[in-house]
């Protein structure tokens, strides 16, 4: 099947685009720009374009720039890619969800700047943008017929390999949920140890934000041992499976990754690129899962 190479083009373009709403958004957020533009939304300060330029304008109006160019592609990739590929069973589907829930964390942002929110409720801001992403994502996968590429129309996944797959997909979008606490709850230093928040004693946490700094941890923890162990399984069940074999070696390497950038934050006291590296790795690592709960339904094995 040929497909167009603008619309290749179109997809990368959507893909690279999403990420730089994920780490723009995680960027406005660390530096505390939300009130860059005040309570003017879509203008900012009371303009279309501000002329009084400082760092948290800066910040924030570019990220709006972004969002705003960003999912006119969107847009775009999601209806050229339903009529070239909607024979693709999951096509329709990643085409709606890329573009429902692109416009639900721009709304939410929005709201967030006109009347404000509680932190509990901005901290899925970050989570739903990471679902548009991860659906851009996949379908850029299907666009560059990466499943036949791998031979994915062939694959075979047992029934343990499916529960810890779908298990640890569902738990990854709690333990970044959790990262996003932290970030707008402003608890990223409240403990200065790590792994404990105090190494010099072991006792439970003393107030919210130390719950919600290791109630982070704890989950993070987890899944790095569970991602851990479904990659020992299929590095002992799966070897002849080139899509499966690797994208959980890749997991495993990003998980590791997220857990460095993690702890350095700390050590580092919150510094801006180890932060934005740390979103960055949480990000390909949830679209890599969500391509990986998409491999689930290319399976043969009913056993």
């Known amino acids: 099947m040929h497909i167009h190479k603008i619309l290749k083009w179109l997809a990368v373009a959507s893909t690279v685009g999403m990420l730089l ?3 723009g958004g995680a960027l406005v957020t660390k530096t505390d720009s939300g009130m860059g533009c005040g309570r003017h939304w879509p ?8 002329d009084k330029i400082t760092t948290e304008v800066l910040i924030e109006f570019s990220h709006r720039v ?3 160019g ?3 592609l969107i847009v775009v990739l999601a209806i050229w890619a339903w009529r070239a590929l909607g024979h693709v069973r999951e096509t329709k589907f990643l085409s709606t ?4 829930f692109l416009v639900l964390q721009a709304l939410i942002g929005a709201a967030q700047v006109k009347w404000g929110q509680g932190d509990f409720i901005l901290a899925l801001h970050f989570g739903i943008s990471l679902i548009s992403f991860a659906a851009v994502l996949l379908l850029t996968l299907l666009i560059f017929e990466v499943d036949r590429k791998f031979d994915t129309d062939k694959i075979r996944i047992g029934k343990t390999l499916k529960f810890h797959t779908i298990g640890v997909a569902l738990y990854s979008y709690i333990v970044i949920y959790t990262g996003a606490l932290v970030r707008h709850t402003k608890s990223s230093l409240v403990c200065k140890d790590w792994p404990l928040c105090r190494n010099n004693e072991f006792t439970l946490p003393t107030n919210l934000y130390e719950w919600v700094q290791m109630g982070h941890r704890a989950a993070a923890g987890l899944i790095i ?3 851990l162990i479904i990659a020992i399984h299929v590095i002992r069940n799966y070897k002849e499976q080139r899509a499966i074999y690797w994208s959980w070696i890749i997991a495993l390497i990003l998980v590791l990754c997220q857990a460095c950038t993690g702890m350095l934050i700390v050590f580092t006291k919150l510094n801006l690129y180890i932060a934005l590296l740390h979103s960055l790795f949480v990000s390909l690592l949830f679209g890599l899962l969500c391509y990986m709960v998409l491999l689930l339904s290319r399976s043969r094995l009913k056993i």
């Open 21 to 23: 709403i994920l780490l």
């Open 66 to 68: 972004v969002t705003g």
């Open 70 to 72: 960003v999912g006119i």
């Open 97 to 100: 969800m890329a573009v429902f």
């Open 225 to 227: 041992l569970w991602i």
């Open 43 to 50: 203008g900012c300060n009371g303009q279309l374009i501000p």
